[in-house]
């Protein structure tokens, strides 16, 4: 009996000894950075296209073109944090026009290069915009036409919400401001200040 005693107790020792081996001695925290793991990553090249309205007014001129506009855009982020810095350039494709005593004057076409400065909250973007602003400025009158292009400046807001993987989607304000041209055929400098709204679509590589 004393001999099946002594195997019995040496049985649940090993038995215990088994256990105890399975048993955790504490869990590591996991790898972070300082961005969650979880996290929405606004970091990297983006590539998209959107679609708008402008409207303003042309210096020397009482003409308010306005119209549909649309074109593509791309860029690139960095992010640190919450803080998300980033280049992005835009070319548009503007139907924005108006007839003045008797001037028609229009803006066929406008692009803008700027840099962004934005505060993520997770997958949802709000951010500030400014840089370079470039665009041509037409003039009409009695079937003649003249055409000038110059550069300005342009400053806007916008936010962007993450929809997917590698899908976002945004809505945009921009201002701006191109210098002016004289025109012989107006015997005037002209130039044109509009404010754009815009939706868009980006797919993050």
Do not use: C
Not at 26 to 40: D, E, F, I, K, M
Not at 189 to 196: H, Q
């Amino acid at each position: 009996m004393k001999g099946i005693a002594v195997a019995a107790a040496a049985l649940a020792g090993l038995t215990a000894s088994a256990q105890a081996a399975d048993i955790p001695y504490g869990s590591r925290a996991p790898y972070t950075v300082n961005q969650p793991l979880n996290a929405w990553s606004w970091a990297g090249p983006y590539l998209g296209g959107n679609i708008g309205y402008a409207w303003g007014s042309i210096d020397n001129s009482g003409a308010k073109p306005s119209g549909f506009n649309g074109g593509v855009q791309g860029g690139y982020n960095w992010q640190s944090g919450p803080v998300v810095f980033g280049l992005e350039a835009d070319l548009q494709v503007s139907g924005a026009n108006d007839t003045f005593a008797p001037w028609k004057f229009s803006n066929p076409w406008f692009g803008t290069v700027r840099g962004r400065v934005g505060y993520a909250l997770n997958n949802v973007l709000f951010y500030g915009t400014g840089g370079l602003a470039f665009g041509e400025l037409r003039a009409e009158r009695f079937g003649l036409s003249e055409s000038h292009s110059s550069a300005g400046w342009t400053v806007g807001a916008g936010a962007e919400m993450g929809l997917a993987q590698n899908w976002t989607a945004k809505i945009e304000y921009l201002y701006v401001d191109l210098s002016d041209s004289r025109f012989a055929i107006t015997g005037m400098p002209n130039g044109t200040r509009f404010g754009v709204v815009r939706l868009g679509v980006n797919y993050r590589f």
